[in-house]
């Protein structure tokens, strides 16, 4: 049980996910006072299915914070990735080509392991299932954040804000809209997901381009799958019970694949869209935005809970260079310094998606320039190189 919520601290994070949790874990390791507000509760939270592909750079920070332990027990250490098109696998292998590799490790996972930590750290205040969130002060000598919680309306004054609310946060509508530019990219489908205790296809993820629409093999562990197929923005999941999904799956992969599917009931079936959108800029006075309240991408290159955590890494140098030295260099420079990893993450999901799924709009023209990019690929090692160093992720 934590203590009673203070009326004062020093950072205020709003936003529960990984990025919130993560930014609390490694301020409190700095010595940095922070209360975290939550607007779902724990369970729900813990409940949402999300990719599970932890970046090289990603996982070195996770274990710098001791944070890695079950990751590193229960993970999956992948050295490649495959690209599956006109029946034949491309392996694209990053520890050859760069030297480095991904964890497949769920999110929730992960965000238990993250709640776990933050309930084991004397002190730490989490609050979940606020309602009602306002800031201000946010250009003042100190900011506050009000909300309701347990029937109250709490006010906590702080140095700072962490805006870690998501893509349908509060934070981000505090940004003044007359200095703020959102860049958006919506894609014509989406991807419905299907989550199965089968063994996976593969040993290694397969991301297929088909004639009748991308699809995607992944995991979670060696005894659970998760499969992904574009579908029209349309598509109702009524429409789709497990066989045919089953059906629609094994068409789209290669044959060599197809054969050896295990099937079985699904767990979870659920239909994303598929989006790119960027906030610029990431701050605004006393207010700092990480993770999906300042950008999202396709799940295409799974470069969003990455993005959160390099987010958290750069926003937590900052403030800790002004508690602890005083600077406001980093603070100043947030937004631009995460903003260039940002535009490099979302240029690489964007090409991703755009290769291999199913563009009606660029018609027969777009299918032989995707079939030129693909061949290319199968046989340049500079392209494979350049595949890898953004799949693995650009240093932090
Ligand atoms: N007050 C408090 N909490 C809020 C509010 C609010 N007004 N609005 C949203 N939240 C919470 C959400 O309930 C969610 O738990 O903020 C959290 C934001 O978490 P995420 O959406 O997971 O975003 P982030 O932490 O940036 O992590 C990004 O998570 O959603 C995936 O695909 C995404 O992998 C990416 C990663
Ligand atoms: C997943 O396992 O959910 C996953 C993996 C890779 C992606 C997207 C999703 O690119």
Not at 101 to 129: C, K, N, P, W
Not at 299 to 322: E, M, Q
Not at 362 to 373: C, K, S, V
Request: aromatic content about 8%; proline content about 4%.
């Amino acid at each position: 049980m934590s203590d009673p919520l203070p009326s004062r601290t020093q950072v205020v994070i709003i936003g529960g996910g990984p990025a919130g949790t993560l930014l609390s874990h490694l301020l409190d390791r700095s010595g940095i006072q922070t209360v975290l507000i939550e607007q779902r509760s724990r369970d729900y939270v813990l409940g949402r299915v999300r990719a599970g592909v932890i970046e090289q750079g990603s996982a070195d920070i996770l274990r710098r914070a001791g944070l890695a332990e079950r990751m590193d027990g229960e993970g999956l250490r992948h050295s490649a990735v495959n690209l599956a098109f006109r029946d034949r696998l491309l392996r694209i292998d990053f520890e050859e080509l760069v030297g480095s590799s991904i964890m497949i490790y769920g999110q929730t996972e992960l965000q238990r392991d993250l709640y776990d930590a933050r309930e084991s750290t004397a002190g730490a205040h989490m609050v979940f299932e606020v309602v009602n969130v306002e800031l201000d002060g946010l250009t003042a000598a100190e900011a506050s954040v009000s909300f309701d919680t347990a029937g109250e309306r709490r006010t906590v004054r702080c140095d700072f804000v962490a805006g870690c609310d998501g893509s349908h946060g509060v934070s981000a509508s505090y940004l003044p809209a007359d200095n703020v530019r959102a860049y958006e990219h919506v894609y014509p489908f989406g991807w419905l997901g299907f989550l199965t205790d089968t063994p996976p296809v593969s040993d290694e993820l397969i991301y297929c381009n088909h004639a009748r629409g991308f699809a995607l093999c992944s995991m979670r562990h060696l005894t659970r799958s998760r499969y992904y197929l574009q579908c029209p923005l349309d598509t109702n999941l009524e429409d789709w019970p497990d066989d045919r999904f089953w059906e629609e799956l094994s068409r789209r992969l290669p044959s060599e694949v197809a054969g050896t599917l295990a099937t079985g009931p699904s767990i979870e079936k659920s239909i994303a869209p598929l989006a790119s959108t960027v906030r610029e800029p990431m701050q605004h006075g006393r207010l700092f935005l990480a993770g999906d309240a300042a950008h999202v991408v396709p799940p295409t290159g799974a470069k969003g809970l990455n993005l959160a955590i390099s987010d958290v890494v750069h926003l937590a140098r900052a403030l800790d260079a002004f508690y602890a030295r005083g600077s406001e260099a980093g603070l100043a420079g947030y937004s631009a310094t995460a903003l260039n990893r940002v535009w490099q993450a979302v240029r690489f999901s964007w090409w991703l998606t755009t290769l291999m799924h199913r563009l009606p709009d660029d018609g027969d023209f777009g299918l032989r320039i995707q079939e030129a990019e693909l061949e290319y690929l199968s046989t340049s090692m500079a392209a494979q190189t350049a595949m890898a160093e953004n799949y693995v992720g650009l240093p932090i």
